[in-house]
């Protein structure tokens, strides 16, 4: 018997030892692999084809310095945390890169060779309200070709793959595709004259979308009285073409029939344009500027553009203090469309007042929808729109038809000046016109300006001394991905969407977009109601004799009586709508999440119990 209970102390001894033994190899062997599980829904955490694509295409070794300060509490603990995992993510980078990309970390103390290569590659220390000095930034090298990240702040950190990626490019291909910027506002930067008109001076920086393109770009500012567009240009962006001129359209005419690419974005009401009127009348500072269009152009190429109507869609619309708003629309990933590269992977995008487009694209031509409403949405009055989004919503009766806010056009266009350059006098140079496109082009057309404002694209925060721009939705995913798609660069598009991923609750909004069309037509149904009750008032008014006008007649006071009561009930109805809507949904949500609370541990449990049994079942075997 001791024998038999020594025999067995020493095996669980030799298992405990044994198992021990394989935990040390199990993380010793995963420290060296570098592998990671990502277990998020968007694989938030795993590096995108278009990266990878760009590493393996590497044929020259990339030097990358890492630049963290490694003295003791020389750093915060998120920033300590945030700077290990770059270095995880680094090396992963130099694995894929079949070693092509060469990491090298650095400490850069004070008066060391660290320090001194830091400032030759650009990396400048952050100071602390402490007034100590940390560095946490990355400079990566080919050949002769260098760029910097200066700081990398956490703020940034669903921008990391792509800001390294984008760098690791860059060096990679030094040469920038030069790309035109065509626009009626000042998004260059530089003294508005709007806001000069109304005695404030202070030049403005460039927009963010504008900067943003300066970073993979050369980006070349062409003039709206432009004749014509630059031979070298391969892209030009058009920026709300507000009054351009019969010679400006002709240049672009030209342009898109010698094969060069075209991005419009048109308006039908824009917000942040200034109304010239504001200047001398404070009763026009909120109503929109001048609409812009390419009339010439669009009815060359078969294409309407709604200029007076914008986009109400009660599926997308957002709310603020004042209630809801049909033309403010945040659109999500139903309205993309999902076989194009540039708007495959945006999910959340945000317009305001935006146009529509429609028509049959003439001969040679072909048409693809690349973002659009949904069915339970209208075109309404763009003034009324501008000045009361609440009223709107009353009047809401969806079309139940998918309007296109952004379509894009292929194939091989023709001229919309067949008899040449307009407003060519005879002692004109000749120019020579083309009539038709030889070969295949693209042009995208955007029925919104007011998406790329600083105000919707991004958040400007000050951190430590840098100006950290933050995307807030796919806005800026957006240009940026037709600019790149039209250059011919794919690889960065899948990376930068995965920065602004949104998943929406779609159960909970579609709940609220039903309960909201039965709380509009109540509240259509008590203002008829409230409008019949008052002309029957009016009317019994009218035919009482003047001495008795101030005092009710007994037919007055049944009408009077019966609107009160129908008044009441359809108080009564509407508090029913709202309080089984909040029902539902709180139900939803209250069954969201005890599934997340009790899913893991019901799952760990029961196979818990399933290795119970199936061990019982072995040893009842033996």
Do not use: C
């Not at 760009?54 to 003295?71: A, E, N």
């Not at 020389?74 to 079949?98: H, W």
Request: hydrophobic share 40%.
């Amino acid at each position: 018997m001791k024998n038999k209970r020594l025999e067995t102390v020493l095996y669980s001894a030799g298992g405990v030892i044994a198992l021990f033994a394989v935990i040390v190899a199990v993380n010793f062997i995963g420290s060296r692999a570098k592998v990671r599980i990502d277990l998020t829904a968007d694989k938030a955490f795993t590096l995108s084809e278009g990266t990878k694509a760009v590493l393996r295409k590497l044929d020259t070794p990339v030097q990358v310095r890492l630049y963290v300060s490694q003295k003791e509490n020389a750093m915060p603990v998120v920033l300590k945390n945030y700077a290990s995992r770059v270095e995880d993510l680094l090396n992963e980078y130099s694995q894929i890169s079949g070693g092509k990309l060469e990491v090298t970390k650095m400490d850069p103390e004070p008066d060391s060779d660290g320090e001194d290569s830091a400032k030759l590659d650009g990396v400048e220390p952050q100071t602390l309200p402490t007034g100590d000095r940390l560095y946490l930034g990355i400079a990566i090298n080919m050949l002769d070709q260098k760029v910097a990240l200066p700081f990398l702040s956490p703020d940034r950190e669903r921008l990391l793959e792509y800001d390294l990626t984008r760098a690791i490019s860059i060096v990679g291909n030094p040469t920038k595709p030069v790309i035109g910027l065509m626009s009626g506002l000042p998004v260059n930067g530089g003294v508005n004259p709007a806001m000069m008109r109304m005695g404030q001076m202070q030049p403005q920086e460039p927009w963010i979308f504008v900067s943003e393109l300066k970073r993979d770009f050369t980006v070349r500012p062409v003039e709206m009285t432009a004749e014509k567009i630059d031979d070298d240009i391969k892209v030009l962006v058009v920026f709300h073409p507000k009054d351009i001129t019969d010679a400006a359209q002709f240049a672009l005419d030209q342009f898109v029939l010698r094969g060069g690419k075209l991005i419009a974005f048109v308006d039908p009401s824009p917000v942040f344009d200034k109304n010239p009127q504001a200047a001398s009348n404070p009763m026009f500072a909120n109503m929109p500027g001048s609409k812009s269009s390419l009339d010439k152009l669009f009815a060359a190429w078969g294409i309407a553009f709604e200029s007076s109507k914008v986009l109400a869609d009660m599926t997308y619309k957002t709310k603020n203090r004042g209630g809801d708003q049909p033309a403010v629309l945040r659109f999500t990933a139903d309205a993309m469309n999902k076989d194009d590269v540039a708007t495959s992977q945006i999910d959340d995008l945000v317009m305001l007042l935006a146009g529509t487009f429609s028509g049959a694209p003439k001969d040679g031509l072909k048409q693809t929808v690349l973002i659009h409403s949904s069915p339970n949405s209208m075109l309404a009055d763009g003034f009324m729109a501008a000045m009361s989004g609440e009223q709107i919503g009353k009047d809401f009766k969806p079309e139940n038809k998918e309007f296109a806010v952004a379509i894009q056009l292929a194939g091989k266009f023709k001229t919309a000046f067949p008899d040449g350059q307009p407003g060519a006098g005879t002692n004109a140079p000749a120019v020579t016109a083309l009539k038709e496109s030889t070969t295949d082009t693209q042009v995208i057309l955007v029925g919104d300006t007011d998406m790329m404002n600083d105000q919707i694209v991004a958040d400007i925060q000050e951190f430590m001394g840098q100006r950290i721009v933050t995307p807030r939705f796919g806005n800026l995913n957006l240009i940026q991905s037709f600019v790149e798609k039209l250059s011919g660069d794919n690889n960065l598009i899948s990376i930068r969407s995965r920065a602004t991923m949104n998943r929406p609750f779609t159960r909970i909004r579609e709940m609220e977009t039903k309960a909201q069309d039965q709380y509009r037509g109540k509240i259509k149904s008590l203002e008829d109601g409230l409008a019949e009750a008052q002309k029957k008032l009016n009317d019994l008014q009218a035919k009482k004799d003047a001495n008795q006008r101030f005092i009710l007649s007994p037919e007055q006071k049944v009408e009077l009586d019966k609107f009160r009561k129908e008044q009441a009930q359809a108080n009564k109805d509407l508090k029913k709508v709202r309080r089984d809507l909040n029902l539902e949904r709180d139900s939803l949500e209250n069954r969201l999440k005890w599934t997340n609370i009790l899913g893991m541990p019901a799952v760990v449990t029961v196979f818990g119990m399933g290795l119970a049994v199936a061990k019982r079942k072995r040893t009842a075997a033996k």
